[in-house]
């Protein structure tokens, strides 16, 4: 019962430094999604992608990169962080159609912290 | 663009108390979903509602759909400790993107 997978589970990274996050879907979904969650401000869009070969740009996201892998894994890359990127990461994923298109699956969460 | 504003930010309630909520958007939404973040977890869907008006129900849980599309509420009757954790309102912004709310973050003491 894997779900969706992320990794790494936690991670602290000096200024200026760049990583990736890692994320896998085993439910044959269309769509992925990145998504940052801090303290009174919900869960905000990073980028998500709506089929394999395709990425958009969410809420807020500069200072981020995205590769679509395949169908499966959908990556974030932080190219030169920064203390404000300090967040809990979240990777979701879902179908594009058919009843069970509006239920998101997620991630357990990538924490990250910048210093 | 779109944003979801979530009220109360937080609550603190007795055990068996009911507990309500509400999301507000700046536009109309045809579709709202309800999660529940439990501490140290990602988001699990509660509840989804499509249409104005419209009243559903998940066990103790119940969720309504704004008459004006531009709000939703969520009550929880008789809580329970385990009901702890950060609710959040969610709708789609376009055909694939997903817009989350602020939270409302419950705790619930024994």
């Not at chain 2, 309630?13 to 973040?37: A, H, P, R």
Request: aromatic share 12%.
């Amino acid at each position: 019962n894997a779900g969706v997978t992320q990794t790494p589970k936690f991670q602290v990274l000096k200024t200026g430094q760049s990583m990736t996050l890692q994320c896998a879907q085993d439910m044959n979904h269309n769509s992925m999604y990145w998504y940052r969650q801090d303290p009174g401000m919900g869960l905000r869009l990073i980028y998500y992608s709506a089929s394999e070969g395709t990425t958009d740009k969410g809420e807020v996201p500069n200072g981020y990169n995205v590769s679509r892998l395949n169908k499966r894994e959908f990556s974030l890359r932080l190219e030169s962080a920064a203390p404000s990127q300090t967040s809990v990461y979240f990777c979701a994923s879902r179908f594009n159609t058919g009843p069970s298109g509006n239920t998101i699956y997620f991630g357990e969460g990538s924490w990250l912290t910048v210093v | 663009g779109q944003q979801l504003n979530q009220s109360p930010q937080s609550m603190f309630i007795q055990e068996g108390e009911d507990v309500s909520m509400n999301c507000t958007s700046s536009s109309i939404f045809n579709t709202w979903l309800w999660y529940k973040q439990d501490p140290g977890e990602g988001p699990v869907l509660l509840i989804a509602l499509y249409k104005a008006g419209e009243l559903t129900s998940n066990g103790r849980l119940t969720a309504q759909f704004g008459t004006t599309r531009k709000d939703s509420f969520l009550n929880i009757s008789a809580s329970i400790p385990s009901d702890v954790g950060i609710y959040f309102c969610a709708g789609p912004s376009g055909t694939y993107k997903y817009i989350f709310g602020t939270g409302t973050r419950l705790k619930v003491l024994a």
